[in-house]
């Protein structure tokens, strides 16, 4: 069967079908004929197995052990488990923290805030680990740049593309080839400044938002 209909069976998407091949848990055998993938009910049971491990949460690699067979579904639960339960310490912790909050009925502008820091530093003493939203605000900075300047080199390279084309396609009525290359210096050299911006954009986030982020 074809991916769309081992997507369909399994509802999963293409691209996490794929994701799960690129990693080696499913290697689907190549038609002869044409070279496309021809997923089997094997590879399907495969999948949905995959689905349900994913969801409960289990590490690739955990999952990819228990095909191999170095471990067994028993030893890899028992594993994942010990990481569920520090979790749910963990989950617990902030939700007495919240509650506490919550009935000290206290205005922003008078909490103790340090006292509370303190708390939670004495708990991911003890073992709590406590989400750092900060860090997922620092990915999202991260992605506006990087797609800019995508977009940009993407539309820099058209440009050089559409003169070469240009050049190629009409060589006796082009304009001489050292003026095409001045040309197409510009859009080289705005290139060249926006892989420069970039590269300073992302210095700043990781030496200044980064670095705050890891005291807390």
Request: some cysteine; overall charge neutral.
């Amino acid at each position: 069967m074809k991916i769309n209909e081992a997507e369909a069976l399994v509802g999963m998407t293409k691209k996490n079908i794929r994701f799960y091949e690129e990693q080696g848990l499913l290697s689907p055998r190549r038609n002869s004929e044409n070279g496309y993938r021809d997923y089997t009910d094997a590879d399907v049971d495969a999948l949905r197995r995959i689905k349900l491990l994913r969801k409960l949460g289990v590490p690739i690699s955990e999952i990819r052990a228990m095909q191999e067979g170095r471990q067994t579904v028993a030893d890899g639960m028992r594993r994942h488990l010990v990481l569920l339960e520090r979790e749910k310490s963990s989950l617990e912790q902030s939700i007495r923290l919240c509650e506490l909050l919550r009935e000290s009925q206290t205005p922003l502008r008078e909490l103790d805030g340090q006292a509370v820091l303190d708390r939670m530093a004495q708990l991911e003493q003890e073992g709590a680990a406590f989400p750092n939203t900060q860090r997922q605000d620092i990915r999202v900075r991260y992605a506006a740049p990087v797609l800019a300047a995508v977009l940009m080199v993407i539309l820099m390279a058209a440009v050089i593309g559409l003169f070469v084309w240009a050049y190629t396609a009409e060589p006796a009525e082009a304009p001489p080839l050292a003026l095409m290359a001045v040309v197409m210096l510009v859009p080289l050299a705005v290139i060249g400044g926006v892989m420069l911006a970039l590269v300073q954009r992302i210095r700043e986030i990781g030496k200044g938002e980064a670095d705050d982020a890891k005291k807390y």
